[in-house]
């Protein structure tokens, strides 16, 4: 099943008992449920509705939710090439779906506004930016995986992001400010989240979580929450270069602090919302149209206290029936197309052909003895004979 996190990808952490470690399933579902919380506020905050509160709220939430599944989306493409298999994956998965539902919410925000909106293939509309935000890091993941300092880079290329105000094609500056995030995903392995998910580690994420929250309190309606959007350059935000620099590194740090703060607290056991989380690609790509419709209605803005609580636990709710079987099979022509008709039937491997380890990257571990994928001896290249002077070749 495809999820925001995995798509085209092998997952290299898998549990002995299904098949899918549950830890990644955890934190897919927990985060596309704050995906769904952070775009049902945000109309609310931009009509000042809420209050102090629901701007720290709202603050917090967009400050690591999508660092988060940017992060995942990396670590599950460190096993990514440029093969046949991997391209028919890309389609299936993120280019047909971003084709269908960058017509539909365009159609859908027309209806609702009774007026005609614009569809532009190379301007995504809405929530839609991520997908092919999500097909250019994973293009992108050869050039990571050879270049000495992929981490540093690819923060140089984030903070020259700030420094220009770039087209909104294929919200380029999204794109460029979030690639570390996508980067430390492809560098960590799998020891990395088993650290994060000691006892300790629990205990010092929650308290990250904590201190975020009281940082975003005590910033709201101070700070510009465009910081933590990352699609607006410095001179867009109306501050100098050094300010610039100091408030996206500052963005940065908080995100990292609070993605390590997110992933430590994500339980590592099966839950009742496990299975969810391999159904992250349906809630993330459905759940606009529910809040795009709220946006939409004037009652909406004239909530307040409780029926906010309403609201946050009505898109939980929502991503659970949108994570649904029901819904599944509804929406997999349009999430999850099989198109089997559009390319050449699959060649099956040569006779004796060593099979690749899942997951393992361009610089992934050698395989050790016994190991799938390890060199024998006959395999090796062997240097050619010396010849004697004056002696013909062999």
């Known amino acids: 099943m495809t999820t925001l996190a995995s798509v085209g990808t092998a997952p290299p952490a898998r549990s002995r008992a299904a098949g899918r470690d549950p830890y990644f399933d955890n934190a897919k579902f927990l985060a596309v449920v704050l995906v769904v919380i952070g775009h049902a506020w945000e109309p609310l ?137 996508f980067v430390v995903g492809l560098t960590l392995r799998p020891h990395h989240f088993a650290f994060l998910r000691r006892r300790a580690m629990r205990a010092g994420g929650a308290a990250l979580l904590v201190l975020g929250g009281v940082a975003a309190y005590a910033v709201a309606l101070t700070v510009d929450p465009e910081w933590v959007h990352w699609r607006r350059s410095f001179g867009q935000l109306g501050v100098g270069a050094p300010a610039g620099v100091g408030f996206r590194l500052l963005a940065l740090a908080s995100a990292v602090a609070l993605t390590v703060g997110f992933l430590a607290v994500v339980p590592g056991r099966r839950t009742w919302f496990t299975r969810f989380g391999s159904a992250s690609m349906y809630v993330y790509l459905l759940h606009g149209f529910v809040t795009l419709f709220l946006s939409y209605q004037g009652w909406y803005y004239r909530i307040s206290g409780a029926e906010l609580a309403l609201v946050t636990v009505g898109c939980a709710a929502l991503a659970v029936v949108l994570a649904s079987g029901p819904l599944r099979g509804a929406f997999r022509w349009a999430v999850e197309p099989r198109l089997d008709w559009l390319f050449h039937p699959r060649v099956p491997p040569p006779a004796g052909a060593v099979p690749r380890p899942a997951g393992a990257g361009e610089h992934g571990p050698p395989a050790g003895p016994g190991r799938a994928g390890a060199v024998r001896p006959r395999d090796t290249v062997q240097p050619p004979p010396r010849r004697r002077h004056g002696a013909p070749p062999r």
């Not at 709220?57 to 599944?69: I, R």
């Not at 994956?89 to 005609?116: C, E, Q, R």
């Not at 700030?162 to 294929?170: C, D, E, H, V, Y």
């Open 45 to 181: 905050r931009a009509a000042n509705v809420g209050g102090r509160v629901l701007e720290a709220a709202q603050t917090f939430v967009y400050a690591f939710h999508l660092p988060v599944f940017i992060v995942m989306c990396g670590y599950f493409s460190r096993g990514f090439t440029a093969g046949r298999d991997r391209t028919r994956k890309l389609v299936a998965a993120i280019v047909v779906p971003y084709v269908i539902f960058s017509v539909a919410y365009p159609l859908w925000a027309g209806l609702l506004a009774g007026d005609h909106v614009g569809w532009d293939p190379l301007e995504p509309y809405y929530l839609t930016w991520f997908m092919p935000a999500l097909l250019l890091w994973r293009l992108s993941t050869p050039l990571w995986q050879q270049i000495r300092y992929p981490v540093t880079a690819a923060l140089v290329i984030s903070m020259l992001a700030g420094f220009i105000t770039l087209p909104s094609m294929l919200n380029a500056a999204q794109v460029l400010s979030f690639l570390p995030f």
